[in-house]
């Protein structure tokens, strides 16, 4: 039997239930907030993501799914979403009418991970973007928009974690500042800190390795090396961000794997999964726009793991499919040729209805009804027929009636819609 490959998933009736609530519920906040939806291809060429998330990340250097693909060179199965999202924008011109464009996506990202629970090589992101606005208002819009759609989901134990990255300008200081207490700490950083620590010392910062925690501890905080400007902007966030109720953290820990990200930096983390606790990170990519061949044009994003938050849902709450709201019960040929156009209009006509051809008793059918979890059975057999009625039960009330088979589906439509 083939099996399906390991960090892969199904997601199955059961489970699905909840992912269909938190796509609703996403759809829904983003659109109240201005965002439109955008879908976007799975797979880009592998320049994209070496050139906007860096040669110096772990996506880049070790998690992409990339091959050859003929005359196009090199082809990669997008780990991220913000990459082709600004090559979109950039591609469609889409900012000559109006930069600001806000726009959501949802789809499967591909990293060659070691699968664990919390971490799979193909994995699912809600991701917003927003370009074309600078302004520190905006960075907390968008935290607070992510906060009300966990609290709309009833997702418990999570908590937004907030820093200031700085910007060209003042980042360089900051980044000297640490390298020269990385350089007095070579011998307890991992191999893999070895190297950030030349090319991206901002990255030591972010290792799990307790080694490289215990260097970093005395670590100067970003935030002490800000220029106005940041401080301002950082200043603002937070104000915005506690005048509307929203619980955060500062962490000057926090960085962002990706090399594009300027100013707010932000995740969400929970205390309910272990050791995957980020449920969803972002920031400002002030730089990125313009990197990518475009205009000057500012924007932020941020991208939800949609498994992870699949989880915290699941655990908090129960989602369960409704039932059929009528089951129709034939008995004998003739009524279960009937059942077979009534059921069919009834479906096309907005009513979740189900019926069975299988030539089953009373006793299996409702059965069967019960099973489906059913509002409603309608029960027709050769002696209805005769009479020209079939009989509808309620199964909660156990109420039970004749209905003409004359105009049967425009009653029932009438009756459930
Ligand atoms: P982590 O620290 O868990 O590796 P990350 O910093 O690599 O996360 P991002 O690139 O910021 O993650 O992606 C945003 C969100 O996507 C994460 O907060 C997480 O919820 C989710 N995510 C990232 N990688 C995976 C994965 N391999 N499997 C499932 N979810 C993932
Ligand atoms: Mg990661």
């Known amino acids: 039997m083939i099996q399906l490959i390991k960090g892969f998933k199904d997601v199955l009736p059961g489970e699905i239930e909840v992912w269909q609530t938190i796509e609703r519920a996403a759809k829904e906040t983003f659109e109240n907030f201005g965002f439109q939806e955008l879908r976007l291809p799975i797979v880009e060429k592998s320049e994209l993501f070496s050139r906007s998330i860096g040669d110096t990340t772990d996506?880049?250097?070790?998690?992409?799914?990339?091959?050859?693909?003929?005359?196009?060179?090199?082809?990669?199965?997008?780990?991220?979403?913000?990459?082709s999202v600004v090559r979109s924008y950039i591609q469609h011109k889409m900012y000559a009418k109006d930069p600001i464009r806000k726009f959501y996506t949802i789809g499967p990202m591909?990293?060659?991970?070691?699968?664990?629970?919390?971490?799979?090589?193909?994995?699912?992101?809600?991701?917003a973007e927003v370009f074309g606005i600078d302004s520190p208002y905006l960075d907390a819009q968008l935290i607070f928009m992510l906060a009300t759609l966990l609290e709309k989901l009833k997702a418990r134990d999570v908590k937004a974690h907030i820093n200031s990255l700085g910007c060209p300008?003042?980042?360089?200081?900051?980044?000297?500042?640490?390298?020269?207490?990385?350089?007095?700490?070579?011998?307890?950083?991992?191999?893999?800190?070895?190297?950030?620590?030349?090319?991206?010392?901002?990255?030591?910062?972010?290792?799990?390795?307790?080694?490289?925690?215990?260097?970093?501890?005395?670590?100067?905080?970003?935030?002490?090396?800000?220029?106005d400007d940041c401080r301002e902007h950082f200043e603002t966030v937070k104000a915005v961000l506690t005048e509307n109720g929203v619980d955060f953290e500062v962490d000057t820990r926090l960085v962002r794997g990706l090399d594009y990200y300027t100013r707010t930096a932000f995740e969400v983390l929970t205390t309910s999964l272990g050791a995957q606790n980020a449920v969803a990170g972002g920031g400002r990519y002030d730089g990125l726009v313009k990197a990518l061949g475009g205009p000057e044009i500012p924007a932020i994003g941020f991208a939800i793991g949609f498994d992870r938050l699949a989880e915290i849902v699941a655990m908090q709450q129960t989602i369960e499919a409704d039932g059929p709201t009528l089951y129709i019960a034939p008995l004998g040929d003739a009524a279960t040729n009937k059942a077979a156009t009534w059921a069919m209009q009834l479906a096309a006509n907005g009513v979740f209805c189900e019926t069975d051809f299988a030539g089953r008793s009373l006793k299996s059918h409702m059965k069967r009804a019960d099973k489906l979890n059913a509002a409603h059975v309608l029960m027709v057999g050769d002696d209805e027929l005769d009479r020209g009625v079939a009989a509808l039960r309620n199964m909660a009330t156990k109420e039970q009636w004749d209905l003409p088979l004359d105009g049967l589906v425009e009653t029932l439509v009438d009756r459930f819609n």
Request: glycine letters at 4%; one cysteine or more.
């Open 110 to 127: 591909f990293r060659r991970e070691r699968p664990q629970k919390g971490r799979y090589r193909q994995f699912y992101q809600i991701d």
């Open 59 to 83: 996506i880049v250097e070790k998690e992409m799914y990339t091959f050859e693909d003929g005359k196009r060179g090199h082809v990669t199965l997008r780990p991220e979403a913000t990459a």
């Open 169 to 227: 300008c003042c980042r360089p200081n900051f980044q000297k500042a640490l390298k020269d207490l990385l350089d007095a700490k070579k011998e307890s950083l991992c191999e893999n800190c070895l190297r950030r620590s030349e090319k991206n010392p901002l990255r030591v910062l972010d290792c799990k390795v307790p080694s490289c925690r215990e260097a970093v501890e005395g670590a100067p905080s970003i935030l002490d090396h800000l220029c």
